[in-house]
């Protein structure tokens, strides 16, 4: 999923190599976020899907594409904002999110969350790693950047 701002009450949501099932629970599963995480309303709308018939933005793979309508927002918590704070502690997000990384501006892993030190062996990962040493982008084909 890449959900994309086009201004502070529009957004995209892509979806890509949708499945019946998800991509007919996704409106609600956004509507649902949105208003769980950041108090805000909002509208989904399908705007268009792509079967993989050459779309260059994103090299022949299909997804569907949701249009968000920003209705109703808190001030304090907007999705469109980056000062965000949902209160969530650090050790909170490590249990909801073990399969988590974190990494700077130039690519270099900080952090990793137990259920991926696990899969990727702690001891393998070490010291300056940079993210293209252990992670692949394979849906949509774009380079790593922080961009």
Known sequence: ILC????????SVYYFWP????AFL????IKAAANLLYATEVKVLLTSSCAGRGNIEFDNQPYILYALQ????SPV?????TECNIGITVSQFCNVFP??????KDMTLLQLGDG???????????GKSKFEEYFEIASPKVSATFT
């Open 77 to 81: 918590l907007s999705p469109c904002k």
């Open 4 to 11: 994309l701002e086009k201004d502070p009450e529009h957004m």
């Open 99 to 104: 399969f988590h990384f974190m990494f700077d």
């Open 19 to 22: 499945d019946k099932t998800t």
């Open 70 to 73: 920003i209705k109703s927002f």
């Open 116 to 126: 991926l030190k696990k899969f990727l062996n702690q001891r393998a990962v070490q």
């Open 26 to 29: 996704l409106p609600g599963i």
